[in-house]
């Protein structure tokens, strides 16, 4: 067994197992553990956020009401599986009319990925604040009455 310091506060112990050393093998199992990043496989010739960020002052959708450099610059680098970036997502907003919301979900991974601004969105356009608790019903539940459906 071999022990070194790489840093104050850093030890690597080595034990040679076979041809390889514990430390290692265990690096390596560690870097498959690590989610590969899908902005790398797409190789996009992207600028700065500051460069890219649309032009807004004529669009009234509810997208460009909510997006700002700072949220862009939050969701810049981001990509899903299947290759969506946010300004696939933003896009459809610089083409649509005032009364369109402004901006799809590109896939499924989308919402998940972008909800910090999906859900800025839905709040602006339904006006109401996203919560995680069931809506209370406003019907009492002694005045349901039961319908046969089919006879």
């Not at 112990?13 to 498959?32: A, D, E, P, R």
């Amino acid at each position: 067994m071999h022990c070194s310091v790489i840093s104050s506060d850093l030890w690597v112990i080595n034990i040679i197992v076979g041809h390889f050393t514990l430390s290692s093998v265990f690096v390596l199992s560690l870097k498959n553990l690590i989610p590969p990043d899908p902005m790398a496989r797409f190789h996009l010739k992207r600028g700065f956020p500051q460069e890219e960020f649309p032009d807004l002052c004529r669009n009234f959708t509810w997208m460009g009401r909510i997006l700002t450099l700072d949220l862009y610059r939050r969701q810049f680098n981001r990509c899903t599986q299947s290759g969506v970036i946010f300004d696939d997502v933003t896009r459809p907003g610089d083409y649509l009319g005032p009364v369109a919301v402004g901006c799809v979900a590109g896939d499924a991974e989308s919402y998940i990925l972008f909800c910090d601004f999906f859900d800025r969105v839905i709040e602006a356009y339904h006006e109401q604040k996203i919560t995680s608790r069931t809506p209370e019903s406003c019907v009492p539940y002694n005045q349901l009455i039961s319908v046969r459906v089919g006879g």
